[in-house]
């Protein structure tokens, strides 16, 4: 227990330099209901700074102790308070005390979201770590912790590259080997538990976002349905990077759907920084970077008619974060085996790889044992909306955002120089993952706009 009790502060302090490095950038917390959902952002964010920090101390030769870290909290806090002094503080929404009618009447479903919880926790801690957790993501956090640096000889070795994809991001790796520092030791078990904050993260961002549209009990039900099946549940404690990284996505498409819808500039920024962290969790959250890149794009100069040099805010937020990663591969020439890899065919065989790949998507996406009832549920949020007369921004561009990643799937399963059946029952699944928690928040959202389902009481106040 007392270990239990040294990860937690652990946690805690990674959420708190998340907190205060959002202060630091003079963002508040979002209108109700997001503000509940508001410290697991937090927490990624400040897995984020901890990875950076890692990197830096492989480009500038120093080591990560856990004063140095807790020195970094300490320098956010002072420039936190300093700003805080010197601006003028004026009410703001999300700073009036509200609270949220009906909140209470969603106790039974809290207990419900408790139990679940229990039963991930408990899921996590008594397996071990899967093949990927520990060989790719976990590989480094030993070596973290065993270095106290980002060492080049681990790090720049070619015969690793198979087995343990050196070019994979450092948020991951950097949280596990926390944990190591907190406890004194390497315990894969407790390193492992860092996946179930996201998994909880991802119920309560699916819940407050649809909190606005339908009563509190109904957006913890939805929220359940993806986040209890065995594929999300299973994943959540292997190790890896995959909830995580689907925890990045869904906030990120949150916080632009709400940024499309309302105009505030807080919410375009933290989009922008789900969107720039996701790329130091996985390689993929490159490409929904891009694309979430280009979704402000448009949404600035076709939605809102405007010069798209005001978006400097966010470009810089989705840059900013991955620069120091891309400047230590730079230097160390580590290269992208997703890119390096890329193998061109003829058009025949370009063709029967992605049928290949479409056919086997659709019968895991209705495959029962893995996914419930989740992917018929988005497919049945997506038709609401095609279907729909009135279709939102909000949500059109978050669909759009969701299209594109699978798109970007299908064209690296296409060009693959793997078996496709092969690559497919290695890999699919934990693709599809980091686009469900999202596809689900856009489908309970798509079947309310649609009439398709009872909206809940108005919610102005959380």
Same mark, same amino acid.
């Given at each position: 227990?007392?270990?239990?009790?040294?990860?937690?502060?652990?946690?805690? $302090?990674?959420?708190?330099?998340?907190?205060?490095?959002?202060?630091?950038?003079?963002?508040?917390?979002?209108?109700?209901?997001?503000?509940?959902?508001?410290?697991?952002?937090?927490?990624?964010?400040?897995?984020?700074?901890?990875?950076?920090?890692?990197?830096?101390?492989?480009?500038?030769?120093?080591?990560?102790?856990?004063?140095?870290?807790?020195?970094?909290?300490?320098?956010?806090?002072?420039?936190?308070?300093?700003?805080?002094?010197?601006?003028?503080?004026?009410?703001?929404?999300?700073?009036?005390?509200?609270?949220?009618?009906?909140?209470?009447? !969603?106790?039974?479903?809290?207990?419900?979201?408790?139990?679940?919880?229990?039963?991930?926790?408990?899921?996590?801690?008594?397996? =071990?770590?899967?093949?990927?957790?520990?060989?790719?993501?976990?590989?480094?956090?030993?070596?973290?912790?065993?270095?106290?640096?980002?060492?080049?000889?681990?790090?720049?070795?070619?015969?690793?590259?198979?087995?343990?994809?050196?070019?994979?991001?450092?948020?991951?790796?950097?949280?596990?080997?926390?944990?190591?520092?907190?406890?004194?030791?390497?315990?894969?078990?407790?390193?492992?538990?860092?996946?179930?904050?996201?998994?909880?993260?991802?119920?309560?961002?699916? !819940?407050?976002?649809?909190?606005?549209?339908?009563?509190?009990?109904?957006?913890?039900?939805?929220?359940?349905? =993806?986040?209890?099946?065995?594929?999300?549940?299973?994943?959540?404690?292997?190790?890896?990077?995959?909830?995580?990284?689907?925890?990045?996505?869904?906030?990120?498409?949150?916080?632009?759907?709400?940024?499309?819808?309302?105009?505030?500039?807080?919410?375009?920024?933290?989009?922008? #920084?789900?969107?720039?962290?996701?790329?130091?969790?996985?390689?993929?959250?490159?490409?929904?970077?891009?694309?979430?890149?280009?979704?402000?794009?448009?949404?600035?100069?076709?939605?809102?008619?405007?010069?798209?040099?005001?978006?400097?805010?966010?470009?810089?937020?989705?840059?900013?974060?991955?620069?120091?990663?891309?400047?230590?591969?730079?230097?160390?020439?580590?290269?992208?085996?997703?890119?390096?890899?890329?193998?061109?065919?003829?058009?025949?065989?370009?063709?029967?790889?992605?049928?290949?790949?479409?056919?086997?998507?659709?019968?895991?996406?209705?495959?029962?044992?893995?996914?419930?009832?989740?992917?018929?549920?988005?497919?049945?949020?997506?038709?609401?909306?095609?279907?729909?007369?009135?279709?939102?921004?909000?949500?059109?561009?978050?669909?759009?955002?969701?299209?594109?990643?699978?798109?970007?799937?299908?064209?690296?399963?296409?060009?693959?120089?793997?078996?496709?059946?092969?690559?497919?029952?290695?890999?699919?699944?934990?693709? #599809?993952?980091?686009?469900? =928690?999202?596809?689900?928040?856009?489908?309970?959202?798509?079947? $309310?706009?649609?009439?398709?389902?009872? =909206?809940?009481?108005?919610?102005?106040?959380?």
């Amino acid at each position: 227990m007392i270990g239990l009790g040294r990860e937690a502060a652990a946690l805690a $302090v990674v959420w708190l330099l998340g907190a205060l490095l959002r202060s630091v950038l003079g963002l508040g917390r979002p209108r109700p209901p997001l503000h509940y959902a508001q410290p697991f952002l937090d927490f990624a964010i400040g897995a984020a700074l901890l990875s950076t920090l890692w990197t830096f101390s492989g480009l500038l030769g120093f080591h990560v102790s856990p004063g140095l870290v807790l020195a970094t909290a300490g320098g956010l806090a002072i420039v936190a308070l300093v700003r805080r002094r010197v601006r003028r503080q004026t009410p703001t929404p999300d700073q009036t005390p509200s609270r949220c009618a009906g909140l209470w009447r !969603a106790t039974p479903m809290l207990l419900v979201v408790g139990l679940a919880l229990a039963g991930v926790a408990l899921r996590t801690y008594s397996e =071990p770590m899967y093949w990927d957790g520990r060989f790719i993501w976990g590989f480094k956090a030993r070596a973290l912790f065993a270095d106290g640096t980002v060492s080049r000889d681990a790090f720049t070795n070619v015969a690793r590259y198979r087995t343990s994809a050196l070019d994979h991001p450092l948020t991951i790796p950097a949280l596990e080997a926390w944990v190591y520092q907190a406890q004194g030791g390497i315990d894969e078990r407790r390193a492992k538990l860092v996946g179930v904050v996201y998994w909880l993260g991802i119920v309560a961002w699916v !819940a407050c976002f649809l909190r606005r549209r339908m009563a509190w009990h109904w957006a913890l039900l939805i929220a359940l349905l =993806p986040a209890v099946s065995e594929a999300v549940a299973y994943n959540a404690g292997g190790g890896a990077a995959d909830v995580p990284l689907a925890f990045h996505m869904l906030a990120a498409g949150v916080l632009l759907s709400e940024w499309v819808e309302r105009g505030e500039r807080q919410d375009g920024i933290m989009a922008a #920084l789900a969107l720039g962290t996701s790329m130091l969790v996985k390689p993929e959250g490159v490409v929904f970077a891009l694309g979430g890149l280009l979704a402000f794009l448009v949404a600035q100069r076709v939605y809102r008619k405007q010069a798209a040099r005001q978006l400097a805010p966010q470009v810089l937020a989705i840059v900013l974060p991955v620069l120091p990663w891309s400047v230590l591969r730079l230097v160390w020439s580590i290269p992208s085996l997703q890119v390096a890899q890329a193998h061109l065919r003829s058009l025949t065989g370009l063709a029967s790889r992605a049928a290949a790949v479409l056919v086997t998507a659709g019968r895991q996406e209705v495959s029962w044992p893995t996914w419930d009832l989740t992917w018929p549920f988005i497919g049945l949020g997506l038709l609401a909306f095609l279907s729909s007369g009135r279709r939102p921004r909000s949500l059109a561009l978050p669909w759009t955002l969701l299209a594109w990643q699978s798109a970007a799937y299908l064209v690296y399963y296409v060009l693959a120089p793997y078996d496709v059946h092969w690559i497919l029952s290695a890999s699919l699944e934990r693709l #599809l993952l980091h686009l469900v =928690p999202l596809g689900t928040a856009l489908a309970g959202a798509s079947l $309310v706009q649609a009439g398709w389902g009872e =909206p809940g009481e108005s919610c102005s106040g959380g």
